[in-house]
T-cell receptor
Framework: GAVVSQHPSWVICKSGTSVKIECRSLDFQATTMFWYRQFPKQSLMLMATSNEGSKATYEQGVEKDKFLINHASLTLSTLTVTSAHPEDSSFYIC??????????????FGDGTRLSIL | RKEVEQDPGPFNVPEGATVAFNCTYSNSASQSFFWYRQDCRKEPKLLMSVYSSGNEDGRFTAQLNRASQYISLLIRDSKLSDSATYLCVVPTGGGNKLTFGTGTQLKVEL
């Protein structure tokens, strides 16, 4: 099946640090990538939708200046958490689909990045 | 009604048992549905897609009831390795955005 790779899998850093997370589709071209966040015992919450070559669409309540998303190629999207604080500690997961606008297309998830801000 | 609603469980069942989870959704226009499995501290993995009345894959059967707006997942002959959280997922927003339920936790015991 389709493979999505996410890196790093675990980050621990000090408050105020900016952290970049990469999401790569390894065996298909991902026209759309999604970034989710999951707090303990809660569901995945969509943060933003990223289409290759265009600006990301952020969900309500997600600060676009804090969570910078770049989708410069069909196989790579990055999420940068700028000036991270302890409340940003969470499990960040990306997913990708190969067909834009296809609601019947399941998403393939990366391994997730566990971010801990001290 | 929430967009996607699931009983959080946990469901504790003995090995070999049959267990079923229900999921209700609010958007009557939704055409496709997914069940994902998520192990503790791991990413969700696609278990089944449901596009019509249902789908069957080995021990797993998904059924869709459009009139009542619910999807069910049936697991037969449960195995210890089935222990996980099962996420009901519904496309929303008219595009390919997904809305996740909070998940139903299953624990299969000896």
């Amino acid at each position: 099946g389709a493979v999505v790779s996410q890196h790093p899998s675990w980050v621990i850093c000090k408050s105020g640090t900016s952290v970049k997370i990469e999401c790569r589709s390894l065996d298909f071209q991902a026209t759309t990538m999604f970034w989710y966040r999951q707090f303990p015992k809660q569901s995945l919450m969509l943060m933003a939708t990223s289409n290759e070559g265009s600006k990301a669409t952020y969900e309500q309540g997600v600060e676009k200046d804090k969570f910078l998303i770049n989708h410069a190629s069909l196989t790579l999207s990055t999420l940068t958490v700028t000036s991270a604080h302890p409340e940003d500690s969470s499990f960040y997961i990306c997913s990708a689909t190969g067909e834009a606008g296809g609601s019947n297309q399941p998403q393939h998830f990366g391994d997730g990045t566990r971010l801990s801000i001290l | 009604r929430k967009e996607v609603e699931q009983d959080p469980g946990p469901f504790n069942v003995p090995e070999g048992a049959t267990v079923a989870f229900n999921c209700t959704y609010s958007n009557s226009a939704s055409q496709s549905f997914f069940w994902y499995r998520q192990d503790c501290r791991k990413e969700p993995k696609l278990l089944m897609s449901v596009y019509s009345s249902g789908n069957e894959d080995g021990r797993f059967t998904a059924q869709l009831n459009r009139a009542s707006q619910y999807i069910s997942l049936l697991i037969r002959d449960s195995k210890l390795s089935d222990s996980a959280t099962y996420l009901c997922v519904v496309p929303t927003g008219g595009g390919n955005k997904l809305t996740f339920g909070t998940g139903t936790q299953l624990k299969v015991e000896l």
